[in-house]
Protein backbone atom coordinates (compact mmCIF):
# COMPACT_ATOMS: atom_id res chain seq x y z
CA UNK A 1 0.00 0.00 0.00
CA UNK A 2 1.26 3.68 -0.72
CA UNK A 3 2.40 5.31 2.07
CA UNK A 4 0.01 8.53 1.91
CA UNK A 5 1.62 10.84 4.22
CA UNK A 6 5.54 10.82 3.64
CA UNK A 7 7.72 12.35 6.24
CA UNK A 8 9.10 15.27 5.54
CA UNK A 9 12.67 15.58 4.61
CA UNK A 10 13.27 17.61 7.89
CA UNK A 11 11.59 14.84 10.14
CA UNK A 12 13.23 12.46 7.72
CA UNK A 13 16.87 14.25 8.93
CA UNK A 14 16.32 13.94 12.18
CA UNK A 15 14.48 10.17 12.93
CA UNK A 16 17.54 8.74 10.38
CA UNK A 17 20.12 10.81 12.10
CA UNK A 18 18.89 9.49 15.80
CA UNK A 19 19.38 5.78 14.57
CA UNK A 20 22.47 6.23 12.69
CA UNK A 21 24.06 7.69 15.73
CA UNK A 22 23.20 4.79 17.99
CA UNK A 23 25.12 2.68 15.30
CA UNK A 24 28.42 5.16 14.86
CA UNK A 25 29.05 4.85 18.47
CA UNK A 26 31.11 2.46 19.34
CA UNK A 27 33.98 3.60 17.52
CA UNK A 28 37.14 2.33 16.96
CA UNK A 29 40.04 4.32 15.21
CA UNK A 30 40.26 2.43 11.69
CA UNK A 31 44.35 2.74 12.16
CA UNK A 32 44.33 0.53 14.94
CA UNK A 33 42.44 -1.98 13.46
CA UNK A 34 44.94 -3.15 10.53
CA UNK A 35 47.11 -5.45 10.82
CA UNK A 36 49.94 -3.26 8.94
CA UNK A 37 52.30 -5.98 9.17
CA UNK A 38 50.70 -7.79 6.73
CA UNK A 39 51.35 -5.25 4.00
CA UNK A 40 53.47 -6.36 1.08
CA UNK A 41 54.57 -5.23 -2.41
CA UNK A 42 55.12 -8.77 -3.63
CA UNK A 43 50.94 -9.08 -4.08
CA UNK A 44 48.11 -7.64 -5.98
CA UNK A 45 46.13 -4.57 -3.92
CA UNK A 46 43.43 -4.82 -6.50
CA UNK A 47 41.93 -8.05 -7.79
CA UNK A 48 43.20 -8.49 -11.20
CA UNK A 49 39.87 -7.59 -12.84
CA UNK A 50 40.00 -4.46 -11.41
CA UNK A 51 42.74 -3.28 -13.31
CA UNK A 52 42.04 -0.55 -15.18
CA UNK A 53 43.83 -2.35 -18.26
CA UNK A 54 42.90 -6.09 -17.43
CA UNK A 55 41.45 -8.13 -20.84
CA UNK A 56 44.08 -6.24 -22.88
CA UNK A 57 46.80 -8.27 -24.69
CA UNK A 58 48.80 -5.60 -23.76
CA UNK A 59 47.96 -5.91 -20.24
CA UNK A 60 48.53 -9.77 -20.34
CA UNK A 61 52.06 -9.42 -22.00
CA UNK A 62 53.15 -7.22 -19.00
CA UNK A 63 55.38 -9.18 -16.60
CA UNK A 64 54.04 -9.86 -13.27
CA UNK A 65 56.20 -7.31 -11.16
CA UNK A 66 54.98 -4.71 -13.47
CA UNK A 67 51.18 -6.28 -13.15
CA UNK A 68 51.62 -5.87 -9.15
CA UNK A 69 52.83 -2.26 -9.34
CA UNK A 70 50.17 -1.43 -11.96
CA UNK A 71 47.55 -2.71 -9.23
CA UNK A 72 49.78 -0.94 -6.49
CA UNK A 73 49.23 2.85 -8.09
CA UNK A 74 45.67 2.32 -8.77
CA UNK A 75 44.85 1.27 -5.80
CA UNK A 76 46.84 4.50 -4.21
CA UNK A 77 45.23 6.74 -6.05
CA UNK A 78 41.30 5.21 -5.44
CA UNK A 79 42.69 5.82 -1.90
CA UNK A 80 43.83 9.20 -2.73
CA UNK A 81 40.79 10.09 -4.68
CA UNK A 82 39.11 9.13 -1.19
CA UNK A 83 40.92 11.20 0.56
CA UNK A 84 40.20 14.57 -1.84
CA UNK A 85 36.67 13.79 -1.66
CA UNK A 86 36.61 12.94 1.89
CA UNK A 87 37.96 16.48 2.42
CA UNK A 88 35.40 18.01 0.53
CA UNK A 89 32.46 15.97 2.80
CA UNK A 90 34.36 17.16 6.30
CA UNK A 91 34.52 20.85 5.20
CA UNK A 92 30.91 20.66 4.90
CA UNK A 93 30.10 18.51 7.81
CA UNK A 94 31.94 20.65 9.93
CA UNK A 95 29.60 23.36 9.35
CA UNK A 96 26.71 21.04 9.12
CA UNK A 97 27.34 20.02 13.00
CA UNK A 98 26.71 24.09 13.81
CA UNK A 99 23.34 24.13 12.67
CA UNK A 100 19.80 22.35 12.63
CA UNK A 101 18.38 19.96 15.11
CA UNK A 102 20.63 18.76 17.93
CA UNK A 103 19.98 15.23 16.82
CA UNK A 104 21.62 15.40 13.49
CA UNK A 105 24.51 17.56 14.42
CA UNK A 106 25.43 14.58 16.23
CA UNK A 107 24.95 12.80 13.52
CA UNK A 108 27.05 14.69 11.62
CA UNK A 109 29.94 14.58 14.36
CA UNK A 110 29.86 10.98 13.80
CA UNK A 111 30.36 11.40 10.18
CA UNK A 112 32.87 13.63 10.40
CA UNK A 113 34.89 11.39 12.80
CA UNK A 114 34.35 8.48 10.52
CA UNK A 115 35.28 10.07 7.44
CA UNK A 116 38.61 11.76 9.44
CA UNK A 117 38.99 8.13 10.23
CA UNK A 118 39.22 7.01 6.87
CA UNK A 119 41.54 9.97 5.36
CA UNK A 120 44.03 9.21 8.22
CA UNK A 121 43.62 5.57 7.48
CA UNK A 122 44.81 6.08 3.48
CA UNK A 123 47.49 8.46 4.59
CA UNK A 124 48.95 5.63 7.34
CA UNK A 125 48.77 3.41 4.03
CA UNK A 126 50.56 5.59 2.21
CA UNK A 127 53.23 6.04 4.80
CA UNK A 128 53.81 2.51 5.11
CA UNK A 129 53.88 1.17 1.24
CA UNK A 130 56.50 2.75 0.54
CA UNK A 131 54.97 4.94 -2.17
CA UNK A 132 54.96 8.20 -2.85
CA UNK A 133 52.69 10.30 -1.45
CA UNK A 134 53.50 13.39 -3.43
CA UNK A 135 52.57 11.14 -6.70
CA UNK A 136 49.16 11.37 -5.73
CA UNK A 137 47.77 14.17 -4.01
CA UNK A 138 46.53 15.74 -7.32
CA UNK A 139 44.14 18.30 -8.10
CA UNK A 140 40.70 16.15 -8.85
CA UNK A 141 37.93 17.13 -11.10
CA UNK A 142 37.38 20.96 -10.55
CA UNK A 143 33.47 20.47 -11.09
CA UNK A 144 32.91 18.02 -8.56
CA UNK A 145 35.08 20.01 -6.19
CA UNK A 146 33.35 23.17 -6.88
CA UNK A 147 29.80 21.94 -6.48
CA UNK A 148 30.87 19.85 -3.21
CA UNK A 149 31.90 23.39 -1.68
CA UNK A 150 29.50 25.60 -3.21
CA UNK A 151 26.05 23.63 -3.12
CA UNK A 152 23.74 24.36 -0.38
CA UNK A 153 24.21 21.77 2.14
CA UNK A 154 20.45 20.95 2.02
CA UNK A 155 19.44 21.09 -1.49
CA UNK A 156 18.58 17.71 -2.99
CA UNK A 157 21.72 18.17 -5.85
CA UNK A 158 23.65 17.97 -2.84
CA UNK A 159 22.63 14.92 -1.61
CA UNK A 160 22.33 13.50 -5.23
CA UNK A 161 25.93 14.28 -5.92
CA UNK A 162 26.94 13.51 -1.92
CA UNK A 163 25.22 9.95 -2.98
CA UNK A 164 27.00 9.21 -5.59
CA UNK A 165 30.53 10.36 -4.50
CA UNK A 166 29.87 8.09 -1.66
CA UNK A 167 27.97 5.05 -4.12
CA UNK A 168 30.82 4.96 -6.95
CA UNK A 169 34.30 4.32 -4.41
CA UNK A 170 32.29 2.35 -2.56
CA UNK A 171 31.19 -0.46 -5.16
CA UNK A 172 34.48 -0.91 -5.79
CA UNK A 173 35.03 -1.54 -1.97
CA UNK A 174 32.91 -4.41 -2.43
CA UNK A 175 34.33 -5.99 -5.15
CA UNK A 176 37.38 -6.15 -3.64
CA UNK A 177 36.09 -7.88 -0.13
CA UNK A 178 34.51 -10.27 -2.18
CA UNK A 179 37.27 -11.45 -4.78
CA UNK A 180 39.61 -11.16 -2.26
CA UNK A 181 41.54 -13.84 -3.11
CA UNK A 182 45.48 -13.34 -4.06
CA UNK A 183 44.86 -9.84 -2.58
CA UNK A 184 47.55 -8.28 0.33
CA UNK A 185 45.30 -8.49 3.32
CA UNK A 186 45.76 -5.35 4.19
CA UNK A 187 43.72 -3.59 1.15
CA UNK A 188 41.05 -6.09 2.04
CA UNK A 189 41.25 -4.50 5.12
CA UNK A 190 40.96 -0.81 4.44
CA UNK A 191 38.78 -1.98 2.08
CA UNK A 192 36.11 -3.72 4.58
CA UNK A 193 36.53 -0.81 7.24
CA UNK A 194 35.89 1.85 4.77
CA UNK A 195 32.71 0.05 3.14
CA UNK A 196 30.98 -0.73 6.60
CA UNK A 197 30.95 2.56 7.77
CA UNK A 198 29.97 3.90 3.87
CA UNK A 199 26.76 1.88 4.56
CA UNK A 200 25.44 4.05 7.34
CA UNK A 201 26.55 7.39 5.15
CA UNK A 202 24.98 6.03 1.75
CA UNK A 203 21.61 5.25 3.75
CA UNK A 204 20.98 8.51 5.18
CA UNK A 205 22.11 9.85 2.00
CA UNK A 206 19.45 7.68 0.11
CA UNK A 207 16.44 8.49 2.48
CA UNK A 208 16.89 11.81 2.50
CA UNK A 209 17.07 12.49 -0.91
CA UNK A 210 14.79 10.05 -1.64
CA UNK A 211 12.10 12.75 0.89
CA UNK A 212 12.77 15.24 -1.84
CA UNK A 213 12.52 13.62 -4.96
CA UNK A 214 8.90 12.50 -3.57
CA UNK A 215 8.44 15.74 -3.33
CA UNK A 216 9.41 16.63 -6.82
CA UNK A 217 7.20 16.78 -9.83
CA UNK A 218 8.54 14.73 -12.95
CA UNK A 219 9.64 17.67 -14.61
CA UNK A 220 12.08 18.72 -11.82
CA UNK A 221 13.00 14.65 -11.59
CA UNK A 222 14.00 14.57 -15.31
CA UNK A 223 16.37 17.50 -15.22
CA UNK A 224 17.88 16.04 -12.11
CA UNK A 225 18.67 13.35 -13.22
CA UNK A 226 20.13 14.86 -16.33
CA UNK A 227 22.37 16.50 -13.91
CA UNK A 228 23.24 13.36 -11.74
CA UNK A 229 23.80 11.64 -14.96
CA UNK A 230 26.76 14.11 -15.80
CA UNK A 231 27.88 13.87 -12.29
CA UNK A 232 28.17 9.97 -12.32
CA UNK A 233 30.64 9.99 -15.22
CA UNK A 234 32.70 12.51 -13.89
CA UNK A 235 33.25 10.11 -10.69
CA UNK A 236 33.59 7.22 -12.87
CA UNK A 237 36.64 9.16 -14.69
CA UNK A 238 37.85 9.87 -11.18
CA UNK A 239 37.75 6.19 -9.71
CA UNK A 240 38.15 4.28 -12.84
CA UNK A 241 40.18 5.56 -15.35
CA UNK A 242 43.55 6.72 -14.05
CA UNK A 243 45.71 9.94 -16.00
CA UNK A 244 48.62 8.64 -18.21
CA UNK A 245 51.25 9.82 -15.44
CA UNK A 246 50.08 6.68 -13.37
CA UNK A 247 51.26 4.21 -15.80
CA UNK A 248 54.37 5.61 -15.76
CA UNK A 249 54.76 6.19 -12.41
CA UNK A 250 54.41 2.38 -12.05
CA UNK A 251 56.68 1.13 -14.47
CA UNK A 252 55.20 0.73 -17.49
CA UNK A 253 56.91 1.39 -20.93
CA UNK A 254 55.97 4.17 -23.04
CA UNK A 255 52.66 3.88 -24.55
CA UNK A 256 48.65 5.68 -24.91
CA UNK A 257 48.19 2.96 -21.73
CA UNK A 258 44.99 5.90 -20.51
CA UNK A 259 43.89 5.83 -23.93
CA UNK A 260 43.93 1.61 -23.98
CA UNK A 261 41.89 2.23 -20.53
CA UNK A 262 39.31 3.74 -21.89
CA UNK A 263 38.58 1.79 -24.68
CA UNK A 264 39.24 -1.24 -22.87
CA UNK A 265 35.68 -3.10 -23.46
CA UNK A 266 36.90 -5.33 -20.33
CA UNK A 267 37.16 -2.26 -18.27
CA UNK A 268 33.34 -0.83 -19.40
CA UNK A 269 32.02 -4.16 -18.38
CA UNK A 270 33.57 -4.03 -15.33
CA UNK A 271 32.86 -0.59 -14.25
CA UNK A 272 28.90 -1.08 -15.79
CA UNK A 273 28.96 -4.56 -13.33
CA UNK A 274 30.31 -2.31 -10.34
CA UNK A 275 28.15 0.02 -10.69
CA UNK A 276 24.60 -1.34 -11.71
CA UNK A 277 23.26 -1.34 -8.35
CA UNK A 278 23.49 2.27 -8.07
CA UNK A 279 21.76 2.69 -11.15
CA UNK A 280 19.19 0.53 -10.44
CA UNK A 281 18.38 2.04 -7.36
CA UNK A 282 18.74 5.82 -8.41
CA UNK A 283 16.06 4.56 -11.23
CA UNK A 284 14.05 2.93 -8.40
CA UNK A 285 13.75 6.35 -7.48
CA UNK A 286 12.07 7.86 -10.80
CA UNK A 287 15.17 9.34 -11.91
CA UNK A 288 16.02 7.88 -15.47
CA UNK A 289 19.74 7.94 -15.33
CA UNK A 290 21.70 7.47 -18.43
CA UNK A 291 24.31 5.75 -18.00
CA UNK A 292 26.67 3.61 -19.59
Known sequence: MANTNPMKPSALFTERAIQLARHS??????IARVNWERLSRNAFWLPEPAISLYGTPEYAALP????HALSHYEFARFLDAGVWLESLFLERLAKAAHTGPMETRVYHLHELREEAGHSLMFLEFFARS?????IFLQQYDWL???LGRQ???RSTL???AILLGEEVPDRLNRYIRLHAEGVCPVAVELSVLHSTDEARHISYG???????LD???STTRRIFAAVLSMLLKRFVTTFYYPPESLYREAGLPDGPWAARARANGTRRLFVAHCLGPTVTRLRGLGLPINWP
Open 144 to 146: LTR
Open 215 to 217: ASG
Open 151 to 153: LPF
Open 206 to 212: RDILKAR
Open 130 to 134: GLRDT
Open 25 to 30: TPYRDP
Open 158 to 160: FWG
Open 64 to 67: LDIR
